[in-house]
């Protein structure tokens, strides 16, 4: 089970690894830009807003040769913590967690008593770029965002561009110091079809969003495929989404009693070769 979940918290990182400094761009006063931004405003608007986001999810992730496929109920807490609990089939019995906030990553392996604890910076040094909380939240729920910034707003969205590619979609760009970000969107809907972060050591990864559901007059994603390109290695992750609900209230954390072994984050190392 742990080297089943080691592939799971070792695909997400590659996935989740956005670098958090953006570069100025040149701020344009014509008609077009303004259109764009106007356009970008229509698309903050209908992504799904919420307060405590609650959905079951199919994931299988891959990686070379191996895949697994494993039921998750995932709870997000906006801009304070997610939660993400792997569940057995028919009996619903929680085998494994990872949880995310400001202060990293916490992995537990429930049916053998182990976890392991990621920091930000250990998360930096194992990907060679920054991880921020808000652009984890922003990807898994389908919206846009600047790395290192909270949320858009009229302030920062003048630093992205809009134009139109060959298919008639409208791309929102944000290039960075170190990465490239492109929001592919459809125009008549609104909705984000793509996310792609391409950083300038070779990482990339595209986000595609699909199966969009109404959730209180704006839209949620029901469907998420992840490719993430770490040269030499490749990373999939296919989320299937349902039942979902959105509330109030907080997110009950785990607690680990002194029955639970702490891992070292070798043993992730370890295992990344054979991936």
Known sequence: MLRNISLFIVVIIAALAVSCRTSKQEVRTNT??????KYIESVMQNCCGFDLLSYKMKLTASANTQSISANCNVKIKKDKFISIS?????????????EIDHNGLLLVDKWHKKYLTFSNEDIKNMCGIELNYYS?????TGHLFIPGEK????GNIRHLLTSKDESGNIVIALSGKTYRLDFTT???SRQ????????REGKKMKWHYNKYSKQENRQFPTSIKV??????????LNMDISRIANST???EKIELSDRYEKASINDINKLIPSF
């Open 151 to 154: 949320h858009l707003n009229k």
């Open 136 to 140: 984890i939240q922003a990807l898994m």
């Open 192 to 199: 984000i079809a793509q996310t792609e972060v391409a950083a």
């Open 32 to 37: 077009e830009y303004e259109n764009g931004q």
């Open 227 to 236: 490719e993430i390109e770490s040269h030499p290695q490749k990373f999939y």
């Open 186 to 188: 459809i125009a008549a």
């Open 249 to 251: 209230g907080e997110i």
């Open 86 to 98: 792997v569940v057995l089939p028919i009996l619903g019995i929680e085998v494994a967690r990872m």
